[in-house]
C-alpha cells in the first residue's frame, strides 16, 4: 500500500507541480519550443506511470478480470452508458451554473493543437487509454478504498471525485472547464461502487469518453 501512496505522490509531483512550474523556464533556457517539449513530457511521463501503475496493481487487475468475465462484455455497456451520462451531467451542469455553451475541457483545447505530427499520432493513445488507466487506477483503485477502508462511502466518494477534479485545474479562470472532469468523476466513482470495485467499468467509461472526445477531434 506504501508504494501505491507513493505512486500518488510521483503522479502529482511529475504530471502537476513540475509542468505548472519547472518547464516554461527550462524551455527558455534551452531555448526550445514550450508546447513541442510540454507535449513530449507529459505523453513520457505519464505512459511510464501508467505501466508503473500496472507492475504495482496487476494483482488487482487480474483479480478484477476474473471477476469481470463472469459478467461477459456488460462493462462495455457500462462505458457507453457512463459515457452518456457524463454528457448528460455536464450539459445540465452548464445550463444551471452558467447559463451558457458547454465548454471545451483544456485536455481537448491542447489535443486540437499539438505541435508536432509526430506527437500528434501518439497523444490519442496516451489520452485515450494510458492516461485514463493511470488516473483510474489512482483515484478509484487506491484513493476510493483506502478512504472507504478508513472512514466510510460517502467520504471515500467525495475525496476520490474531488481530488481527480482539481488535478486538472491550471488555473482559477479555468473553472468552468472542471465541470467535465468532476462529471467524469463523479460517474466513474459511482460506478466503481456501485460494481463492487471492479477497475474495470470505471476504466471503459473513462475511455470510452475519452475515445469518443478524441474521434470528435479527427473528425472535425
Known sequence: MERKKQLLILYI???IMIPRLCLLPLATFLAIDYDTLNEWYFFIVTSL???LA???YWPKLKSDWQRKK???ISFIFTGFIGFL????FTFLSFMFFHQGSLEKSANQTNLENLSHPLIAHLMPLCVVFFGPLLEE???RG???SEMKRKCSTFPAFLCSVLLFTLIHLNNLQEIRSLLPYFSIGVITTLSYSRKNENIYYPLSIHIMNNLIAQILIWSQ
Not at 451520462?85 to 448528460?88: A, D, E, Q
Open 13 to 15: 509531483f511529475l504530471l
Open 49 to 51: 506511470l501508467a505501466l
Open 70 to 72: 463472469q459478467t461477459g
Open 85 to 88: 451520462m457524463i454528457f448528460l
Open 54 to 56: 500496472v507492475y504495482l
Open 142 to 144: 487506491y484513493v476510493f
Open 137 to 139: 487506477l489512482l483515484f
